[in-house]
């Protein structure tokens, strides 16, 4: 009986108010009359005021104020064709008036005190409700009309989105009210994301140009083992003969040139395929197959060891050049570095790596030549390699280090700016980062994965 009186009420509301045809409505000033409703018989129905079209026509809320004119404007049209189909029942539900004012005042009682609730309210409700079973044979007959009456509901609900929209703005919601929910859901995304487990590479969109800065050549990057407050960024630019590294507080620093700290490297890296993994640096010393790790907390070399046979200078680089030879990553599973060797024929040659000491763990070769390699990126444990640097390049062969084995893929992304000097997955962002002629890009990925639930765990 709830939803009866629901559907009823904004036509009651509409109909009592509409026996008033000696009452002149007179708007405030800066409002005018903007449309009215009557029945068969010319008997007011309902008067629309609305603000003068010019009022604040210039604003974004005057365009909002107009959206909302159209809308009230369509739910008088849906007004009076309800108007029209209800007549031949007005008389019967005019006696059911006082009835349901009287649930009215009901529930304004039960709404202005919850607490002093007793079990007569809820009986006496129960009557009321139950003195309204006349009503279902009536509504009944409306059920031709059930379109339109969802039509009219769908208007309400997309005029009080509006409205919420337009109070917020004009700052009826408090600061910190706001901030609160935006941290929870920020916290529900998380642990939503925390859910998701290793999966497929599916799809590659973008890209997103974050900032235009540097030479063709250059790595940025982020900390995918930081924590989620942490949001520094890395800027290396060039593919050789420097040691300078810029660091920013935030992407947001980053995108506007505020840095917060720069390091001077003790060697020059090669190539542009660094990365930053729990607070460290992990780079290709310049002219060697030495591996470096730098500790941005101390400043200092933590560690350094060389890839036993791992071609370097433009030995067994990618299809672009640039001392690419090694390449450094992360995901989920931890640090590897891809390169080639003599012994594999300039295939390519996968190992997980220590963090701490970069002793190889494992070791594991592929069939795919390094040299005609655009660039790779591994996701959970798969290494992803595309077939050119430039315009047209696509993901063309993957190799799962989990089950040893490889497939030719057809994944297509966009190469916006034509050449790509640098591509490297994300775990904590679900995301790769590129250099792409100049342009600092991120592109999004999507994964076919399987969510873990409580009961899996």
């Given at each position: 009986?709830?939803?009866?009186?629901?559907?009823?009420?904004?036509?009651?509301?509409?109909?009592?108010?509409?026996?008033?045809?000696?009452?002149?409505?007179?708007?405030?000033?800066?409002?005018?009359?903007?449309?009215?409703?009557?029945?068969?018989?010319?008997?007011?129905?309902?008067?629309?005021?609305?603000?003068?079209?010019?009022?604040?026509?210039?604003?974004?809320?005057?365009?909002?104020?107009?959206?909302?004119?159209?809308?009230?404007?369509?739910?008088?049209?849906?007004?009076?064709?309800?108007?029209?189909?209800?007549?031949?029942?007005?008389?019967?539900?005019?006696?059911?008036?006082?009835?349901?004012?009287?649930?009215?005042?009901?529930?304004?009682?039960?709404?202005?005190?919850?607490?002093?609730?007793?079990?007569?309210?809820?009986?006496?409700?129960?009557?009321?409700?139950?003195?309204?079973?006349?009503?279902?044979?009536?509504?009944?007959?409306?059920?031709?009309?059930?379109?339109?009456?969802?039509?009219?509901?769908?208007?309400?609900?997309?005029?009080?989105?509006?409205?919420?929209?337009?109070?917020?703005?004009?700052?009826?919601?408090?600061?910190?009210?706001?901030?609160?929910?935006?941290?929870?859901?920020?916290?529900?995304l998380r642990n939503c994301m925390s859910k998701l487990t290793?999966?497929?590479?599916?799809?590659?969109?973008?890209?997103?140009?974050?900032?235009?800065?540097?030479?063709?050549?250059?790595?940025?990057?982020?900390?995918?083992?930081?924590?989620?407050?942490?949001?520094?960024?890395?800027?290396?630019?060039?593919?050789?003969?420097?040691?300078?590294?810029?660091?920013?507080?935030?992407?947001?620093?980053?995108?506007?040139?505020?840095?917060?700290?720069?390091?001077?490297?003790?060697?020059?890296?090669?190539?542009?395929?660094?990365?930053?993994?729990?607070?460290?640096?992990?780079?290709?010393?310049?002219?060697?197959?030495?591996?470096?790790?730098?500790?941005?907390?101390?400043?200092?070399?933590?560690?350094?060891?060389?890839?036993?046979?791992?071609?370097?200078?433009?030995v067994y680089p990618y299809t672009w050049g640039g001392f690419?030879?090694?390449?450094?990553?992360?995901?989920?599973?931890?640090?590897?570095?891809?390169?080639a060797t003599n012994q594999n024929a300039g295939n390519i040659?996968?190992?997980?790596?220590?963090?701490?000491?970069?002793?190889?763990?494992?070791?594991?070769?592929?069939?795919?030549?390094?040299?005609?390699?655009?660039?790779?990126?591994?996701?959970?444990?798969?290494?992803?390699?595309?077939?050119?640097?430039?315009?047209?390049?696509?993901?063309?062969?993957?190799?799962?280090?989990?089950?040893?084995?490889?497939?030719?893929?057809?994944?297509?992304?966009?190469?916006?700016?034509?050449?790509?000097?640098?591509?490297?997955?994300?775990?904590?962002?679900?995301?790769?980062?590129?250099?792409?002629?100049?342009?600092?890009?991120?592109?999004?990925?999507?994964?076919?994965?399987?969510?873990?639930?409580?009961?899996?765990?």
């Open positions: 009986m709830w939803s009866l009186s629901v559907v009823l009420n904004p036509l009651l509301f509409l109909l009592l108010f509409g026996y008033c045809p000696s009452v002149t409505i007179r708007p405030k000033e800066g409002w005018q009359v903007y449309s009215s409703a009557q029945d068969a018989d010319g008997r007011c129905i309902c008067t629309v005021v609305a603000p003068e079209q010019n009022l604040c026509s210039r604003d974004a809320k005057g365009r909002q104020l107009r959206q909302l004119l159209e809308k009230v404007q369509n739910m008088s049209q849906s007004i009076e064709v309800l108007n029209l189909r209800t007549q031949r029942d007005f008389q019967y539900i005019m006696r059911m008036e006082s009835q349901i004012k009287g649930l009215r005042s009901k529930f304004r009682q039960i709404e202005s005190d919850r607490k002093t609730l007793v079990n007569k309210n809820f009986q006496e409700l129960q009557g009321k409700m139950e003195s309204l079973q006349p009503l279902i044979p009536v509504l009944e007959q409306y059920k031709a009309d059930a379109k339109l009456i969802s039509q009219f509901k769908e208007e309400i609900r997309n005029l009080s989105g509006v409205l919420m929209g337009i109070q917020e703005e004009m700052g009826a919601y408090d600061y910190e009210e706001l901030q609160q929910r935006v941290l929870n859901l920020e916290n529900r290793c999966g497929k590479l599916m799809k590659i969109t973008g890209p997103q140009t974050v900032k235009t800065s540097g030479t063709r050549f250059g790595a940025w990057m982020t900390d995918p083992q930081a924590s989620p407050k942490n949001n520094r960024v890395w800027y290396m630019d060039s593919y050789t003969n420097n040691k300078i590294v810029k660091e920013y507080k935030s992407m947001a620093d980053f995108v506007a040139g505020v840095e917060s700290r720069t390091y001077n490297l003790p060697f020059k890296w090669a190539g542009t395929n660094h990365v930053v993994y729990n607070g460290s640096l992990y780079y290709n010393k310049m002219q060697s197959n030495i591996i470096v790790r730098y500790s941005f907390e101390t400043g200092r070399v933590v560690t350094q060891r060389a890839l036993e046979s791992a071609g370097f200078h433009n690419s030879d090694i390449d450094m990553m992360a995901d989920e599973l931890g640090l590897w570095a891809v390169y040659v996968i190992s997980q790596l220590n963090p701490d000491t970069l002793q190889i763990l494992n070791t594991w070769n592929t069939e795919y030549s390094k040299r005609n390699a655009g660039e790779s990126f591994i996701i959970c444990g798969t290494l992803y390699i595309t077939n050119s640097h430039l315009t047209g390049a696509k993901v063309y062969y993957a190799y799962s280090t989990k089950t040893s084995t490889y497939e030719y893929t057809d994944i297509p992304f966009h190469n916006q700016y034509f050449h790509m000097s640098m591509l490297d997955y994300n775990a904590r962002d679900r995301a790769l980062y590129g250099w792409n002629n100049g342009h600092q890009v991120l592109f999004n990925v999507t994964l076919f994965h399987i969510i873990k639930t409580e009961d899996d765990s």
